[in-house]
């Protein structure tokens, strides 16, 4: 039996109907954004954040370790040493201005990409290797850092994401007022992702119930070598409007914008005013996965053209060109991203294989006659290689 929907707001604030418009390159005229690629702070009407120094330099110190992660992980991949990746390269900005903007009491619902993401929420990203290395499947506690576990059925995710913001409005930490109580759910999803069919019903659900998620899409230009322009023929966020939230489109190779734009949306989901989607205009610099070969789809002037607008690069100049830093901070932290690098590398080849019959143990919270039977079957199966030759 459905319940009577919550109090909704349609907007974000009163004058977000002025943000929509139709598309343009590079982003339109309705892209947030709060730091340009030339490093020059500006400020947006409805959207804005009075950053410290110290926030800055944690946003900038977050965006190169993940890009560590990302360049480690890709050269285990190379070396044998995992099976697969998939790179974020370019869209450091996008997940660590989502994932700063999260609360310890919200919950993440991920892709496969969402590295920078799972480093935010404390997810040691040795564990996020084991899943590539095909050791786990994803060795980290969900409950733990309320962090899902990587998503590979393309849009799943987003319907997860809906069924559990929809169980947060039945618990009571939606709305109540208490900054320490009322919760969100955030779900990670890619352009392409947009197309499939489970992302489009999670709207309608999401909708109807005025459930507290923030549908966040980091649109990278490419659903593999399909470009963005074969899938809509109108912005991606402005679909929204059509399943009766609110969207919005922000700079996802700017971090502050990022940072506050996810903070304003995750803020109006905990007050119970409902879903709404965020479309972090990027770009893929790297391959879609490590198994991909770009330079078979899309032209070297167009990834040139978007490394000028690098998230990391426009932060730094930024930093420096405003006396935020010194030379001893990055030297700081180059080395504590050596240090992460060397934790990757000997911990990744340190994960032990798993045993044959612990998968038996994750099908269900309790055994079923019928998965005993099939573990005791395995296991004799197994015994009778012993002793041979």
Request: glycine letters at 10%; a negative charge; aromatic letters at 10%.
């Amino acid at each position: 039996m459905s319940e009577p929907a919550s109090p909704r707001s349609d907007t974000f604030g009163p004058d977000l109907a002025e943000v929509f418009g139709p598309s343009q390159s590079d982003g339109g005229p309705d892209l947030v954004q709060l730091l340009t690629p030339e490093g020059e702070r500006v400020h947006h009407p409805e959207f804005d954040h009075d950053f410290s120094a110290e926030e800055l330099r944690g946003l900038y110190r977050d965006m190169v370790l993940t890009r560590r992660i990302d360049v480690e992980a890709t050269a285990l991949q190379r070396h044998g040493e995992l099976g697969i990746w998939a790179q974020l390269l370019g869209q450091e900005a996008a997940q660590i201005g989502a994932g700063r903007a999260l609360r310890p009491q919200d919950y993440v619902f991920p892709t496969y990409r969402e590295h920078g993401v799972a480093y935010c929420k404390g997810v040691d990203p040795l564990r996020l290797l084991g899943l590539f290395r095909g050791v786990d499947q994803g060795g980290w506690d969900p409950n733990e850092n309320n962090f899902g576990l990587y998503t590979i059925v393309i849009g799943a995710q987003t319907l997860h994401a809906t069924g559990y913001a929809m169980g947060m409005q039945r618990d009571g930490v939606v709305g109540t007022g208490d900054p320490e109580r009322d919760s969100a759910v955030i779900a990670h999803f890619g352009d392409g992702a947009s197309s499939q069919g489970d992302v489009n019903e999670a709207f309608i659900f999401a909708a109807s119930y005025n459930a507290p998620v923030v549908f966040f899409c980091q649109n990278n230009q490419w659903a593999i070598s399909e470009p963005i322009e074969r899938q809509t023929r109108i912005p991606l966020y402005q679909r929204a409007l059509g399943f009766g939230f609110p969207g919005i489109r922000v700079d996802g190779n700017d971090v502050l914008a990022t940072y506050a734009v996810t903070k304003a949306a995750l803020q109006r989901a905990r007050e119970g005013n409902g879903p709404s989607f965020v479309e972090a205009y990027t770009y893929r610099m790297g391959a879609h996965t490590t198994t991909d070969d770009p330079t078979r789809y899309r032209l070297n002037d167009e990834l040139e053209h978007w490394k000028l607008k690098d998230p990391i690069e426009r932060l730094k100049v930024y930093l420096r060109r405003n006396g935020l830093v010194d030379q001893q901070f990055f030297d700081d932290l180059d080395a504590e991203a050596k240090e992460l690098g060397h934790h990757l590398r000997e911990g990744c080849k340190a994960l032990p294989d798993p045993k044959p019959l612990d998968q038996f143990g994750y099908v269900f919270s309790e055994m079923t006659d019928e998965l005993a039977a099939q573990r005791d079957g395995f296991a004799a199966y197994l015994e009778s290689f012993e002793g041979a030759h």
